[in-house]
């Protein structure tokens, strides 16, 4: 059956109606993403240098101090896996690429004869994990918008209690580093214990603002604790670790909060943008199909008023 001129035309004024929203999502989604970005510069060397302090700490203290959030368990039984994402969706793979990536890891955890326990940063993440049928220990919603450091204290005191309370053995965080609006990496950090704290991309190599060993003049790698200038401690550094440790696993989850957030408003920026740009290309397609209809009506008018010409004659 053919298309008619009418049902072309509303095609084309819905898919017009829906690029309008596209373009205006794209540009709310820029104007927040370059907040972010200043949110994200601001805290990075901060969190490096926090990282660096607290295994300087450690080290320098020799045998871990008897706290609890500072006891490496004996056997890793059960492993925490908070997945970062966002409360909204048309962003992309930005929600299910961490949600995989955690899924992933939970299933590693478990031929390995361990047990994953999850949390979820975001109502995606929430909702995702619980459609796949797996258990959310806890959920945190309402702020991927804007994260702010509350929140991510929030998250932070109940991942160290549930580590505390023998609840988890190890804490696991997955979620979309920033790079640019184009490209977001997925990151997968071990935040506790302390003792095996990394940050690894999606290929399991060591992420490049980790702070692990470093290349040396003549081509190998070297330590940084055997680089590094000897520190004298005021207090001790086992007291310095009592203040500084819950410290060091808020401002992590603090910028696992701000990456995963830059993340979104670039991935929804991206995706945003596409949509018009496919938009555009649809309504191009549906003008020039009205225009074939338009010329077949015409010419079936055409020939109507031949036909009856030749018959009156």
């Known amino acids: 059956m053919a298309t008619s001129q009418r049902d072309v035309r509303n095609r084309i004024s819905s898919v017009k109606n829906i690029q309008k929203i596209t373009r205006a999502m794209e540009m709310v989604a820029a104007a927040r993403l370059r907040r972010a970005e200043q949110r994200i510069e601001v805290l990075r060397p901060y969190a490096d240098a926090i990282r660096r302090m607290t295994r300087q700490a450690a080290q320098a203290a020799g045998d871990v101090p008897q706290l609890p959030i500072l006891n490496e368990h004996e056997q890793i039984r059960r492993v925490g896996l908070l ?86 053995d190890q804490v696991e965080i997955f979620y979309n580093g920033y790079i640019s609006p184009l490209s977001q990496v997925i990151r997968h950090e071990t935040l506790l214990p302390l003792q095996k704290a990394t940050v690894l991309d999606e290929e399991g190599q060591r992420d490049q603002d980790d702070d692990g060993d470093r290349e040396d003049s003549s081509g190998g790698t070297e330590p940084r604790s055997e680089k590094r200038a000897l520190v004298e401690y005021e207090p001790d550094p086992e007291e310095i670790l009592k203040r500084l440790v819950p410290d060091y696993v808020e401002i992590s989850t603090y910028r696992a909060l701000l990456e995963s957030t830059a993340s979104e408003h670039g991935a929804r920026m991206t995706a945003m943008r596409n949509a018009s740009e496919n938009a555009t290309t649809l309504i191009e397609d549906y003008t020039l199909e009205m225009n074939r209809a338009r010329q077949a009506e015409i010419t079936q008018e055409i020939l109507e008023v031949v036909a009856g010409a030749e018959g009156l004659g």
């Open 83 to 168: 997945v970062v994402a966002g409360d909204r969706g048309l962003a992309g793979a930005f929600n299910s690429n961490a949600v995989r990536a955690g899924v992933t890891a939970g299933r590693e955890h478990e031929r390995e004869g361990q047990t994953a326990v999850y949390f979820a940063s975001g109502r995606r993440p929430a909702s995702s994990l619980t459609f796949r049928g797996l258990e959310v220990a806890d959920s945190f919603i309402g702020f991927t918008d804007r994260p702010a450091y509350s929140d991510a204290r929030r998250i932070a005191e109940r991942l160290m209690a549930a580590y505390i309370d023998d609840e988890v």
